[in-house]
């Protein structure tokens, strides 16, 4: 297995002794030349017999020889201690290697592959004898080889020295069996004495990309079933709306007639005419309940006139119950279909009745907008406010009841608060091309 360097470590210790080995033998050889010549000449000069000057140059010859030798055995000692010190760097790296649950692998410049581990042998079930010096894009769909390999290329590029994993890109491997398969990885390269080496880390991501699919399925079917039940429930409100408003409500109407009618030819008999009025009294307040029951459902206006009138009506409705003020803001086009027109409108009466409920406010301002791509609706009040962060309170479903009516149509509902500066509810709904209003 090679060993793998950063472009800034130090090389071995013995990467580069060549040099200094040779030093070592010549310098003394090429010094004891000069000694010799230097002694030659101050013999000459001094008139020293040849005997003498040999025995001299033999003497120093022999020193410098010794110390030659017992340097350059330290020298050989210290290379040899190195030498086993990378072997057991190198071990031990290998072992890491071998031992990772990932799959590493290392291609070359001309990304052919040098290091394959144990683990890059179970993810692409390929043995490493049958794939070292291999292309790279053995490992690669068809599809994705050219672009796996001008990527790589961009990469060296770059000067970046390494990118990691977690960016949620999904890339694709191939297995022998010629199944594909998504992965996560992360790319370092190295500038080496051969040149560039690209290392790989690579993940297999099988089971993380079908819990995601399967979990992204259960959601829309979620979503699918919660809009239909919406659907049915609207029906529902709106059918027996329509019965209390058409039936029942006429029905004491015209029994409410009856009684005045009554009334008129019985007034000479005061305790029957004192009957007669607590009974219309009585009907009053029934047929009064009965629309306010039949609007609360259902308000009939939203289906017959559109969603601005049956906005307004809302409005000015919740002016008179709770004494509130209410200003209200519309766009200048905001014909909707169901369900959009419907979601708005629940969504804004929600936000109303929790503003009455629970935040004391004097001031309400709605402003409900709309362009081509979604409506947007905002309700911001002066009230207590309160501290998003605060747990819900039990049987408190009033934003959640927002969150889900816009998310059963792809939008979303932000809240901002604190406590003593209100609250702003803005809610975003994208419109579909399919269910906008010619």
Request: with cysteine; aromatic share 4%.
């Amino acid at each position: 297995m090679p060993m793998i360097r950063g472009a800034d470590e130090e090389r071995p210790p013995g990467a580069a002794r060549a040099p200094r080995d040779l030093l070592i033998i010549a310098g003394p050889l090429l010094g004891l030349g000069v000694f010799t010549a230097l002694l030659a000449t101050v013999a000459a000069l001094s008139q020293w017999r040849t005997e003498g000057a040999l025995a001299v140059a033999f003497v120093a010859a022999v020193a410098v020889a010794a110390a030659s030798a017992l340097v350059l055995r330290r020298q050989v000692k210290a290379r040899r201690a190195a030498g086993e010190a990378l072997d057991s760097v190198q071990t031990r790296l290998s072992g890491i290697i071998e031992s990772a649950m990932d799959a590493i692998i290392s291609v070359d410049e001309n990304q052919r592959i040098v290091l394959f581990n144990a683990a890059a042998e179970k993810v692409f079930g390929r043995d490493r004898a049958c794939v070292l010096g291999q292309p790279l894009a053995l490992l690669l769909p068809e599809a994705a080889r050219r672009a796996h390999q001008a990527h790589v290329r961009r990469f060296g590029e770059t000067g970046m020295t390494s990118r990691r994993m977690g960016d949620r890109t999904v890339l694709a491997g191939l297995r022998a069996s010629g199944e594909e398969f998504p992965i996560e990885a992360s790319i370092s390269h190295h500038d080496g004495e051969g040149g560039k080496l690209y290392t790989v880390i690579l993940r297999d991501i099988t089971e993380r990309v079908r819990t995601d699919e399967a979990l992204r399925r259960s959601r829309e079917e979620l979503r699918e079933l919660a809009e239909a039940s919406n659907s049915v429930r609207e029906q529902e409100k709106s059918h027996i709306a329509r019965e209390l408003h058409d039936e029942l409500a006429q029905a004491l109407t015209a029994l409410k007639m009856d009684l005045s009618w009554m009334r008129e030819r019985l007034s000479a008999r005061a305790e029957l005419a004192d009957k007669l009025g607590s009974m219309q009294s009585l009907l009053d307040s029934t047929v009064a309940a009965t629309r306010r029951i039949s609007a609360d459902l259902r308000p009939l206006m939203l289906d017959d006139l559109g969603l601005v009138p049956a906005v307004e009506w809302l409005i000015e409705n919740f002016r008179q119950r709770t004494g509130i003020e209410c200003d209200l803001t519309l766009a200048t086009e905001l014909d909707l279909r169901d369900p959009y027109a419907t979601a708005v409108f629940r969504i804004l009466q929600e936000s109303l009745t929790n503003v009455a409920r629970h935040s004391g406010a004097t001031l309400v301002e709605v402003t409900l907008g709309r362009s081509d791509e979604e409506v947007t609706l905002a309700v911001c009040d002066d009230g207590r406010g309160f501290s998003p962060a605060d747990p819900r309170k039990p049987h408190s479903y009033g934003l959640m009841g927002l969150r889900e009516r816009a998310y059963l149509l792809h939008g979303d509902v932000s809240v901002a608060s604190e406590p003593g500066r209100g609250t702003a509810i803005r809610v975003r709904i994208p419109l579909s091309e399919a269910l906008q209003p010619t």
